[in-house]
């Protein structure tokens, strides 16, 4: 329980600490925002910083800090460090950067703030590459708690009817302008959200006697096969398998529905940083909890776990009813439940977004947004007949390989705009390069990649040194071009192909 605690406070204190530094290097300053200069009353609609800090807290806690926290539970305690730390060092930074790159730049979608930064090439690659991912997101988030629905209610509503029930909504929060859905309902399910989390902490505090909190070991206690094949490695595997808990690139997607909304530039630490701490906190309860809940001194508990799926809406329900009691662990589930439905639906809603940006499409009219809505929606639809288990592994190496290059973009403004302090960039360089690592390496490795990991301590071999070379690689890059030569930086070259574009 020691541990829990330390890791707990750790990431309070470091809000403080190393998000006050974080904001000081990137200097706001007091020109207006993007909902002050320029509200529609569509997407640019200023709003009070606790109300844009629940939004934000609400699209970026989807089932990741839940599900992604309870299969990291596998590996044991030590997902407690990968949590705390990728929270204050690479996604408080990731987030924070991303929001405010997008508010200098009038509210622009990711793919056109990472453009400006990395290039044409990248420009163009990020339009697709974020749409695609957008989507993903929204069924993961649309199946998950669809199943978690199903499970609440009478056998006939079973997971299909509640992805349509979803559907519906969905339609109408990527549709109707900001403040109209999202902005009065999200405050409420974000204190629901919390809540929740709480609940889930006390409840295994309370029964810390008999199912107790594990203090930390850096062993890997994932369980291996029954047939004695190995336990699954913790790097890469784990720092995929926990995204949103400890830094995700699906954020920096869905910060500029925020960014187009903050009344000023000092509200960006409270919202875009504090927002990812939050989440941190609510995944290092998660994943606690569930190490607790299903450890054992001979190892089935977790091997149980795995057995069911790790993070799923099967692991879900049964810690909440075994922590809470059955009317304790619905209304539990019903805060779960809310988490994900709260990201999908700005997901498509960010997706829209990013095809307005990218074809200068105007979102005061209604025919146009319903252009672009309905294909959205629908093609979401035709994949969530997808094996579920199947989209989520895209989806988490698609989500931390964004991450990566939304850090290196942060990295480059951070490397021109401030040639006297240049060594200030490093606070984006340096979990830039970390997640190139990651997710160079998964590439490598994973079974719905290149699938090196098959080939025994040989193909593991080469996934990792492909993954340190490529990370080098990136790094050196880096060095070459914004930091050493600022005057030659990729945000210059790039210029004019944001003018033509």
């Known amino acids: 329980m020691l541990s829990f605690f330390a890791a707990l406070a750790l990431l309070f204190v470091g809000y403080f600490v190393y998000g006050a530094l974080v904001e000081r290097i990137f200097k706001p300053s007091d020109q207006p925002t993007p909902a002050i200069a320029?509200?529609?009353?569509v997407d640019y609609v200023p709003l009070s910083t606790s109300k844009a800090f629940l939004v934000q807290f609400l699209n970026i806690a989807g089932l990741g800090p839940i599900f992604g926290a309870i299969s990291g539970a596998l590996w044991g305690p030590c997902v407690y460090l990968w949590i705390v730390f990728g929270t204050l060092l690479a996604g408080g930074v990731h987030d924070f950067l991303s929001g405010m790159l997008s508010v200098r730049n009038d509210g622009a979608s990711i793919s056109e703030v990472t453009g400006k930064y990395l290039g044409p090439a990248m420009h163009n690659v990020m339009r697709v590459f974020s749409v695609v991912l957008l989507v993903m997101v929204g069924v993961v988030f649309m199946v998950g708690p669809a199943g978690l629905l199903a499970r609440l209610t009478p056998e006939g509503l079973n997971v299909q009817f509640w992805v349509v029930v979803i559907l519906i909504y969905y339609f109408l929060a990527t549709l109707l302008p900001v403040d109209k859905i999202i902005g009065k309902v999200y405050p409420l399910f974000g204190g629901l959200l919390l809540v929740m989390a709480v609940g889930i902490a006390a409840g295994t505090i309370y029964y810390s006697g008999e199912r107790p909190m594990m203090e930390l070991t850096l062993e890997n206690l994932y369980p291996g096969g029954l047939d004695g094949t190995a336990a699954a490695p913790i790097w890469p595997l784990m720092f995929i398998t926990v995204a949103c808990g400890a830094i995700s690139g699906f954020h920096a997607t869905q910060s500029p529905i925020v960014s187009r909304c903050i009344r000023s530039e000092r509200e960006g630490r409270k919202i875009f940083y504090g927002a990812m701490v939050a989440e941190g906190i609510v995944a290092l309860?998660?994943?606690?909890?569930?190490?607790?809940?299903?450890?054992?001194?001979?190892?089935?508990?977790?091997?149980?776990?795995?057995?069911?799926?790790?993070?799923?809406?099967?692991?879900?329900?049964?810690?909440?009813?075994?922590?809470?009691?059955?009317?304790?662990?619905?209304?539990?589930?019903?805060?779960?439940?809310?988490?994900?439905?709260?990201?999908?639906?700005?997901?498509?809603?960010?997706?829209?977004?990013?095809?307005?940006?990218?074809?200068?499409?105007?979102?005061k009219k209604l025919k146009v947004r319903l252009s672009v809505a309905i294909p959205l929606l629908l093609i979401g639809y035709g994949i969530s007949f997808i094996n579920y288990s199947v989209v989520w592994?895209?989806?988490?190496?698609?989500?931390?390989?964004?991450?990566?290059?939304?850090?290196?973009?942060?990295?480059?403004?951070?490397?021109?705009?401030?040639?006297?302090?240049?060594k200030a960039c490093l606070i984006a360089a340096a979990p830039a390069t970390f997640m190139s690592a990651v997710s160079i390496t998964y590439l490598m490795y994973a079974p719905e990649c290149l699938n090196l990991g098959a080939r025994g301590e040989t193909g593991?071999?080469?996934?990792?040194?492909?993954?340190?070379?490529?990370?080098?690689?990136?790094?050196?890059?880096?060095?070459?071009?914004?930091?050493?030569?600022?005057?030659?930086?990729?945000?210059?070259?790039?210029?004019?192909?944001?003018?033509?574009?």
């Not at 320029?38 to 009353?41: E, G, I, L």
């Not at 989500?399 to 290059?405: C, E, G, H, K, R």
Request: glycine letters at 10%; hydrophobic letters at 50%.
């Open 393 to 422: 592994r895209y989806f988490s190496w698609s989500n931390q390989t964004l991450a990566m290059v939304v850090l290196w973009a942060g990295a480059v403004f951070l490397a021109t705009k401030d040639p006297a302090h240049k």
């Open 460 to 501: 593991i071999a080469i996934s990792y040194v492909a993954g340190i070379v490529a990370a080098a690689a990136c790094l050196g890059l880096f060095l070459a071009t914004a930091y050493r030569h600022p005057e030659k930086s990729l945000e210059k070259q790039s210029k004019v192909h944001l003018e033509r574009a």
């Open 285 to 363: 309860i998660w994943a606690a909890a569930a190490v607790a809940f299903f450890w054992k001194p001979d190892g089935s508990g977790l091997a149980a776990l795995k057995a069911i799926g790790g993070g799923n809406s099967n692991s879900v329900y049964e810690m909440c009813v075994g922590l809470l009691g059955t009317v304790g662990g619905i209304f539990a589930m019903i805060g779960v439940v809310v988490c994900p439905i709260t990201s999908g639906d700005t997901a498509f809603r960010s997706a829209r977004m990013t095809l307005f940006d990218w074809f200068k499409l105007d979102e």
């Open 38 to 41: 320029r509200p529609d009353n």
